[in-house]
């Protein structure tokens, strides 16, 4: 990262860390000496940032997430003592494929980072669930950019009631270092090529052309940051935008509150509780097979019943991530509610397994039926048409046949396959969008 990456490139972090980063570094662009000597001083500690790999402590792998964020190690991370980003990443995934590895925390005391590099660490953190139980643990802080990594965790815990979660959203600064260069005796000239190339150019006062390019970036960033907080926490961007993500850290209970944390608990118990969350699977997996055998296997509520009172603390996990689940799902059939089709809507919102996507295609299919009843009606009342005489076949272009309606069935898995498909590409798409370009691919 040079010198004008960390003046001008956009950030997710505190702002008064960002101003601290900043006044280093603007006092190397004044050509100013930075005092090492008397920054480890003030740290209270040598200026080396040799990043540790994780340790393994009863199967649980504890992963660091501290500091400042940045993609990778520099001049910054040694003075805040941060985290590169790529090198998190590679552990996480390196504890996801650790045979003795049973269960992954994340440790998180940071103020944030660099937008660079953020989404692909949320997005390792995202692809261990369902493989291994991976819950982050904040220790202090966890404010922006390490919000947007450890929300992608199954679970977002707090080690006590003052530790902090919030400051969601997206900043860029611009630095003007004419009046140096002036002061100087130096003019910088620049010949470019391209409108916006040098739009935002620190050779000269911000342009309204710059000033509106960097907020369309920085709006872009952000929309980015709370749709996958939306979609970590198992909720709706409105939900997020209204209660989380208008910059504000919440303490303790109110982050809970606000959606951002799941519980307060100390690092000991958290390793219980995946330890054991884990093991349970692994016996619920065991008792689904036996159930293959009814004249041997217990009734499945008796065996559910009787496993959840032996381990309370898994049981309680494995509810928080079903009603997370099911929470998720349930705001994914309501957004497919179209008027005069309510009832059905709640309908499938309640019965706890249709999807958004299959909700669509049965709320279209719904709506076709009420306007093809509605023609009928119309039909039926109209006047009998005037007789007319057949028009000659002659001349008359060939009709293309078209394809067979698909099933609802076919409909549905399509959709899915688009929904997976745009999020893996880093985009999103609503089920009812998924649903019309599946039903143009299938019939055209």
Request: overall charge negative; proline content about 5%; some cysteine.
């Amino acid at each position: 990262m040079t010198v004008l990456d960390v003046l001008n490139s956009p950030w997710a972090i505190l702002p008064t860390k960002l101003e601290e980063i900043q006044a280093i570094y603007c006092a190397r662009v004044r050509g100013e000496d930075v005092d090492l000597q008397a920054i480890e001083a003030r740290m209270g500690r040598p200026m080396v940032n040799d990043q540790q790999s994780y340790e393994v402590i009863n199967g649980t792998a504890l992963i660091p997430l501290r500091g400042v964020l940045g993609q990778r190690m520099n001049l910054m991370s040694n003075m805040s003592g941060g985290t590169s980003t790529e090198m998190f990443a590679a552990d996480v995934r390196s504890a996801a494929a650790d045979s003795a590895v049973q269960s992954i925390i994340i440790l998180a005391d940071t103020p944030g980072g660099t937008v660079a590099g953020t989404q692909a660490a949320a997005s390792a953190v995202r692809s261990v669930r369902g493989i291994k139980p991976i819950a982050t643990l904040v220790q202090g802080a966890m404010a922006s950019a390490g919000v947007w990594i450890g929300s992608a965790s199954d679970l977002v815990a707090l080690d006590s009631q003052t530790s902090q979660i919030g400051s969601i959203g997206v900043v860029a600064t611009h630095v003007d270092v004419s009046q140096r260069e002036k002061d100087m005796g130096i003019k910088t000239t620049e010949i470019v090529a391209g409108k916006y190339k040098r739009a935002a150019s620190q050779f000269g006062p911000l342009t309204e052309t710059g000033q509106a390019m960097m907020q369309a970036q920085v709006d872009y960033l952000y929309s980015l940051f709370v749709g996958d907080i939306a979609a970590y926490r198992g909720t709706t961007e409105a939900d997020v935008l209204q209660r989380m993500a208008d910059g504000r850290m919440f303490i303790g209970q109110q982050a809970i509150d606000a959606g951002l944390a799941d519980q307060i608990t100390s690092l000991e118990e958290l390793i219980s509780q995946l330890a054991n969350a884990q093991s349970n699977r692994r016996t619920l997996s065991l008792a689904k097979s036996s159930m293959e055998s009814p004249a041997s296997s217990p009734n499945p509520q008796q065996l559910a019943s009787q496993w959840s009172a032996e381990h309370p603390e898994a049981a309680a996990v494995l509810r928080a991530e079903g009603a997370v689940s099911e929470r998720d799902r349930i705001v994914a059939v309501r957004a497919q509610s179209l008027p005069g089709h309510e009832a059905l809507i709640e309908r499938f919102a309640a019965d706890g397994h249709t999807t958004g996507p299959e909700a669509a295609v049965a709320i279209l299919a719904a709506e076709r039926q009420a306007q093809a009843n509605s023609a009928a009606v119309r039909l039926a009342e109209a006047p009998a048409p005037v007789p007319y005489a057949s028009a000659p076949d002659a001349g008359l272009e060939s009709v293309k046949p078209t394809k067979p309606e698909p099933t609802a069935q076919e409909l549905a898995a399509r959709a899915r396959e688009i929904t997976d498909q745009a999020r893996t590409a880093g985009r999103t798409i609503s089920a009812t969008d998924a649903v019309a370009r599946a039903r143009r691919e299938l019939t055209t």
